[in-house]
Structures are given as C-alpha cells and as structure tokens.
C-alpha cells in the first residue's frame, strides 16, 4: 500500500489488472544464494516498461528470498493466512521510503507533473504537491519549511550538477528534459520529503 500510494502520486501506477507476476527494482543478484542451477527463478530479471509500476500485489514472489522492500514492511510470509499485519515502525522502513529507486523515481515523477501542473510556479507546484499526496492544502507555516527546504536544494544541485544527474538517473521512467536539471532534483527531493510524512504513510 505504501508502495502504491507513492506511484499513483506520482502518475506512474498501472492499473491494468491480472496476468503473471511481475519483478520491479530489487538488489543485484538478490537470488544468487538461494538460486538453483538450471532453475527457472536462478537469476533475477527486472521487469521493463509499465510492469515496473504496477500495484504491488503483482511482484513476483520467491518465498526463500522475498523482496526485501516488503521484509522491511514486516510482510507475511505467505505459508500460513495472516488475518491482522503486525503494526511496526523502525528506520530500516524509512530507509527504503527515502532511498528505494522506486521511492525515489516517484518522487521525480511527481516533481515533474507538479512543476508542469504549477507552471513552475513555487506555491503553485507545492499545491499540486500537496494535493496529489495529503489530499489537502498546505498550511502556511507548513508552505513556508517546504519553500526553504526547495531553496536550500536548488542551490545545493545548482552548485553540484553532478549530483542532480545522479539523483535525476534513479529509475527507468524518462526525464523531463524540458525542466533544469538543478530545479528538477531540487522539487525531487521536496517531494521526497512529503511522501515520507506521517501523514501520509500511516494515516
């Protein structure tokens, strides 16, 4: 559901429905170890174009090695019916919310619709931001901490490009070449942040 959220905010949850499963961002050779020679789950491959973003209940699942997004979430094994989730909270889940590729890459999705939608308007991309995410406007005071913080990232990306290419570079999806590299990174990592609010992940 976390997962989820932060794709259909960023426009790039498919919704299109059944079919096999699907193997979106994991670890390199996650399977090496528990992998069997001439198996036909031996190597992990990384599924492409929309199948990297679609809902959740479609990845593919080897019981020996789970997807270590969804271990971090504390989610079921599978081998018996777990009628209520355990509720946890620890900074393994906020490591994955802040750094997985798929996080990240909806981030920059939806700094990208945002700055469109906003017309690169600041509180105008903010609100879009917002709305798309918490389902609401933002508070002044609220506006105010995310306005500082974009303006603390552009001039950190402006002064290093190349940190905005590596961080522009996570993910499949196409960059909005139309947008500055130093202004898109920086709406990136706002929009990071919101989809790691309380609110929004445990609300």
């Known amino acids: 559901m976390v997962r989820d959220t932060a794709l259909s905010a960023?426009?790039?949850?498919?919704d299109e429905m059944f079919g096999p499963g699907v193997k979106p961002y994991q670890p390199e050779a996650?399977?090496?170890v528990v992998g069997l020679p001439g198996g036909d789950t031996r190597n992990y491959v990384q599924s492409e174009g929309k199948d990297l973003y679609r809902r959740s209940l479609y990845t593919f699942w080897k019981r020996m090695a789970p997807p270590p997004n969804l271990e971090a979430f504390n989610a079921p094994s599978r081998e018996v019916c777990t009628v209520r989730r355990e509720r946890t909270n620890t900074p393994l889940q906020a490591l994955v919310t802040l750094n997985d590729p798929q996080f990240v890459e909806a981030a920059r999705n939806l700094a990208q619709l945002a700055l469109q939608k906003g017309k690169s308007d600041p509180?105008?991309?903010?609100?879009?931001?917002?709305?798309?995410?918490?389902?609401r406007t933002l508070s002044d005071a609220e506006q105010a901490v995310l306005l500082d913080s974009q303006q603390a990232?552009?001039?950190?990306?402006?002064?290093?490009?190349?940190?905005?290419?590596?961080?522009?570079a996570v993910g499949a999806s196409a960059v909005d070449e139309s947008i500055s590299a130093a202004s898109l990174a920086a709406w990136t990592m706002v929009c990071n942040q919101v989809l790691n609010l309380d609110e929004l992940l445990n609300k």
């Open 10 to 14: 960023s426009g790039l949850l498919q």
């Open 153 to 168: 990232f552009a001039e950190h990306y402006a002064a290093h490009a190349d940190d905005a290419t590596a961080l522009l």
């Open 123 to 135: 509180v105008a991309t903010l609100d879009v931001i917002a709305r798309r995410t918490l389902g």
């Open 30 to 32: 996650i399977w090496d």
